[in-house]
């Protein structure tokens, strides 16, 4: 764990494009086969910054969120995560990672992220925030007033999928 000090050091900012290889380093540490490729973060650092914060402890990199925005629904179309279809001010934002380094996590970084997250898609006026998630993390996303949408039909990474929505309710 980390001691409160460090803690309060921590912070949230947009993504940078200098930024591409250690946003890439965590993505790959964080997940297995589902991980996006160094090719995909870095369209999503190009093409949205808005929606793509890093958790930064010291000047390094410890923690990612990032999406793309649609005002589609479908959660299962892969060609989107390489922001196929992405539209800056699509109704809704779709995060596609989250992740923190292990040695960092339990200190509600991941927290700090989605919360900024949240604020900074009200302030873009989007209508609803979207993702899939593995069944182990339904409680966490429900801790943000998430609710669950059912099982997706997506298979991305060979794993079984649940989607999970947050209306934000931005008139
Ligand atoms: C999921 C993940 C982002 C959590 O990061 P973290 O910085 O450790 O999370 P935090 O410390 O901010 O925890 C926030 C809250 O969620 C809870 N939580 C954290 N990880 C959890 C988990 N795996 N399952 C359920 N709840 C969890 C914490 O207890 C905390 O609850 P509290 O606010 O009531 O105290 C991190 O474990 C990770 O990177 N996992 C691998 C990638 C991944 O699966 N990402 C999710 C994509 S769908």
Known sequence: MLGNKQVQKIKIRHVEEHDLSVCYNVESVCYTSDAA???????RIQLFPDGFLVAELNKRV????NSGSTNEEDLTDE?????????????N?????????PEFRR???????????IEISKTLKKEKILLI???????????????????????HG??????MYLPLCVK
């Open 93 to 101: 934002i779709v995060i596609f990672s989250l992740a923190v380094l």
């Open 37 to 43: 490729t160094k090719e995909k973060i870095k369209k």
């Open 79 to 91: 060609a989107f995560k390489d922001m196929v279809g992405h539209v800056a001010d699509g109704k």
């Open 133 to 155: 998630c593995k069944s182990g993390l339904i409680p966490y996303y429900q801790k943000y007033g998430f609710l669950y949408g059912g099982k997706s039909k997506s298979r």
């Open 107 to 117: 200190n509600g970084i991941s927290k700090k992220l989605m919360t900024k997250f």
């Open 158 to 163: 060979g794993f079984e999928w649940h989607e």
């Open 62 to 65: 410890i923690g990612i969120i």
